[in-house]
């Protein structure tokens, strides 16, 4: 068991925040989302965290990169998040999404939730 935060991050949603013309390319809002995770890491959270970037849809193939690994979900992101945060076990989760159902099936879980301006401006 491992005491270092988990940072899940719901890349649809959080890309989805902020109106700046992401959905003309999905799969680059989700890298610059990445590249952002991987200079800044979560503002405001002290020590090590793995940070888990959930991308589906057209962000698919997004590769990982050094602080920041990315899953493709095959399906439904919402379904891969959850997944991630029930196999963390008794690790810290911290969820980033403003999805009201995601919130509450990851809580359910134990895991912290935290809107997306934790992680965008």
Known sequence: MSDV???VVDAANVVGSVPDGWWR???GAAERLRDR????GVPGRAGPA???LVVEGAARGVESVPGVRVESAPGSGDDRIVE???EAGERPVLVVTA???LRRRVEELGAEVAGPRTVRP
């Open 5 to 7: 935060l988990l940072v």
């Open 25 to 27: 390319d999905r799969r």
């Open 37 to 40: 995770l991987a200079a800044d």
């Open 50 to 52: 793995e940070i888990v």
């Open 84 to 86: 991630l945060v029930a």
């Open 99 to 101: 999805d009201r159902e």
